[in-house]
């Protein structure tokens, strides 16, 4: 199972959207779009976990690819970097 990030989305963007287009490529796992608390609109960005072969074909059809307007980046999920010192 991979997890994939997908940013670049437009505020009006609803997760049944994106997993319409990503089934297109394989079985959706699971999808989280993050939303603002206060609107619930898109932030901008989500998750999506698929099978590792889907996945890289997922990344491979719709890095890049025009959603609602805007060129939208699919990449694998990179950890994210603690914050010390605070």
Do not use: W, Y
């Amino acid at each position: 199972m991979k997890k994939l990030f997908i940013g670049s989305l437009p505020a009006s963007t609803t997760e049944k959207e994106l997993e319409a287009l990503f089934s297109e490529f394989g079985t959706v796992r699971s999808l989280k779009l993050v939303t603002d608390v206060f609107s619930g609109q898109c932030k901008g960005f989500g998750f999506i976990e698929m099978e590792g072969h889907e996945a890289r074909a997922a990344i491979a059809g719709l890095n890049g690819k025009d959603f609602n307007g805007k060129p939208m980046k699919v990449n694998f999920e990179s950890p994210k970097v603690g914050r010390r010192g605070r």
